[in-house]
């Protein structure tokens, strides 16, 4: 094989991996169980199933088994856009003018333009098999809407999505590609539950948060006859389903003998990151390899970087179980300003423990930096990123700058979560100068801690 690394680096659809990789069963100290707010014991399967699909509750609880089989199906239709990329960042490096070697693995190369499609077609897979009616969900910037919208219009299966009020009037066009796919899709909080209407009654004028979506979406499940509801970050299963980017990313590193030092993944609820780190991590608690973790967040959403350890409501409405994770409070509305998806309270329990055991670090961005580095990006790759994605953009730049001044030659693996072409209106702003920053002040996330569960 030649020495020579090609620009980008493809594994073959007989190499993509046939099996999802559960970080958990090689964690010593494991993630926090789930608990039942009423009775504050563990959840059961028999507690979670009127609102899980059957297998994905298999799945959630399930922290021992390591590998479970991708089903024919999923395999079928990741093919039609997987194996995605790993690309060397040639003209970064070069524009940055750094020793250091950069890699981006791009997720953004289907209709839905982000990471979310993988974990949107085994849920959809998963209800379809259970012969159910539909699901609902939330969706922040919109995202795994449109990615469980499409994934649901393969299957023949119903789909209400809640999308964050914020973003509902900022993305139009998010919002109606979902409807394209024939989604039924509704700003939250709203009307159409009751908790969305507790919450707009204390909360008049409230622009959303991914828990108020999150609380109307479980209710409307719960109370629909042959629904389940389905989430896109954060829980177990997802990360699951999303070790996929980390597995193919491995392999094509592998094929080159390739090991990075460094990886960076953006963070909101855990989806991209954790799917990225699977495998390197899995080495690291293994004992097998060290590498260097980061994950980095908005600077007005910092779950990580300011938030508590503790157990936390899943959502506003307290309608959810309990998880213990680095939260900002369920009661935190995150600032409309941020451009990104990366607005949720909590970070997920998986990755709150890793990074509470010191094996990965955080940082926290603001959102013009953000930006600067998607731009630079953008005219170095010829990629416009996602918001979100970008964040890991400016990690890696700076990364890649120190590398430059200390003359360290460091392999750099980032992820590149999506594109943004349905992101223009906050390009717009950056290239404007119309873009704010905005960081919670302590006194301005105290009230988000203040309705943390005791415990």
């Not at 300003?337 to 309270?345: M, W």
């Amino acid at each position: 094989m030649t020495n020579q690394i090609p620009n980008k680096i493809y594994l073959s659809e007989d190499e993509m991996p046939a099996q999802y990789y559960n970080l958990r069963s090689d964690m010593k100290i494991k993630p926090a169980p789930l608990l039942n707010p009423a009775t504050l014991k563990p959840v059961t399967k028999d507690e979670l199933t009127p609102v899980f699909c059957q297998e994905l509750v298999d799945q959630e609880l399930d922290d021992t088994t390591r590998f479970f089989d991708i089903p024919r199906e999923v395999l079928d239709f990741y093919k039609t856009y997987r194996p995605s990329p790993l690309v060397r960042a040639y003209r970064l490096e070069e524009a940055l003018d750094t020793p250091a070697q950069i890699y981006y693995k791009f997720e953004g190369n289907n209709t839905s333009g982000s990471h979310k499609l993988n974990s949107a077609i085994a849920q959809a897979y998963y209800a379809k098999k259970q012969g159910l009616k539909g699901v609902t969900t939330e969706t922040g910037a919109g995202q795994w809407g449109t990615a469980l919208s499409m994934a649901c219009a393969h299957f023949g299966l119903d789909c209400k999505v809640f999308m964050v009020k914020v973003s509902y009037e900022q993305k139009p066009f998010r919002r109606e590609v979902m409807r394209t796919y024939g989604a039924d899709v509704t700003p939250s909080p709203s009307e159409k539950t009751a908790v969305g209407r507790k919450i707009l009654s204390q909360h008049p004028g409230t622009t959303g948060s991914l828990g108020c979506a999150i609380s109307e979406a479980v209710e409307t499940a719960v109370s629909s006859s042959g629904y389940r509801y389905v989430l896109g970050s954060v829980l177990n299963q997802v990360l699951l389903h999303q070790s996929i980017i980390g597995l193919e990313a491995k392999a094509a590193l592998d094929k080159y003998q390739i090991k990075p030092d460094t990886i960076i993944g953006c963070a909101g609820g855990g989806s991209n990151l954790g799917g990225l780190i699977a495998p390197f991590m899995g080495e690291k608690l293994r004992g097998q390899a060290d590498y260097r973790i980061i994950a980095a967040e908005p600077a007005s959403c910092p779950s990580l970087t300011r938030g508590k350890y503790a157990y936390d409501f899943c959502d506003t409405g307290m309608v959810c179980p309990m998880a213990k994770m680095y939260t900002l409070g369920h009661d935190f509305i995150p600032s409309p300003n941020h451009a990104g998806g990366l607005r949720y309270h909590g970070m997920s329990s998986t990755l709150s423990e890793l990074y509470h055991q010191g094996l990965m670090e955080a940082r926290a961005y603001e959102q013009t930096d953000v930006f600067k580095a998607a731009t630079m990006f953008a005219k170095t790759e010829g990629i416009l990123p996602a918001p979100e994605s970008s964040h890991a953009i400016r990690c890696a730049i700076d990364e890649a700058v120190k590398c430059r001044e200390t003359g360290d030659k460091k392999t750099i693996l980032f992820g590149l979560s999506g594109t943004g072409y349905f992101d223009l209106t906050a390009y717009q702003q950056f290239n404007e100068g119309t873009m704010t920053d905005f960081i919670p002040s302590d006194e301005e996330l105290q009230p988000g801690f203040d309705s943390l569960p005791e415990i």
